[in-house]
């Protein structure tokens, strides 16, 4: 049995949602940084984030069915334009690691605006 990185999350929580609903599906799978976010929750970011694993052999599946949730749940539009083609500010994870060297303390780099591609507005 091999495992496989499915998707990285900036938090256990996001991690974890994400593990509930494969679950529900059948998909086996686990929060592979779960205990080391626990007892160092400063140092998830500069781990580039919380990793879901799956089988390698449910991985196209459970990539299908986080994009169906995904569908389902990101329908944002820009305010200016009305584009949907509105992606979510990168989640700045090399900022923190470079904070954690810098300050010896990674501090939590994260975007919360988001941008359009169509007009370039960020919200
Ligand atoms: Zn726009």
Not at 39 to 51: P, V
Not at 71 to 93: H, L, M, Y
Request: glycine share 4%.
């Amino acid at each position: 049995m091999s495992w496989k990185t499915l998707r990285k999350y900036p938090s256990v929580i996001e991690a974890q949602i994400a593990q509930t609903k494969l679950e529900s599906e059948e998909i086996e799978c686990f929060v592979r940084d779960e205990y080391l976010a626990n007892i160092m929750a400063l140092y998830t970011n500069a781990l580039g984030g919380i990793r879901l694993d799956v089988q390698e052999a449910d991985f196209e599946r459970a990539t299908q069915i986080l994009q169906e949730v995904d569908a389902s749940v990101e329908k944002i539009v820009c305010p200016q334009c009305g584009s949907d083609r509105v992606k979510k500010n990168d989640w700045s994870w090399r900022l923190a690691f470079l904070s954690l060297f810098a300050l010896t303390v990674p501090l939590p780099f994260q975007k919360k605006r988001r941008k359009c591609d169509a007009c370039g507005e960020s919200f």
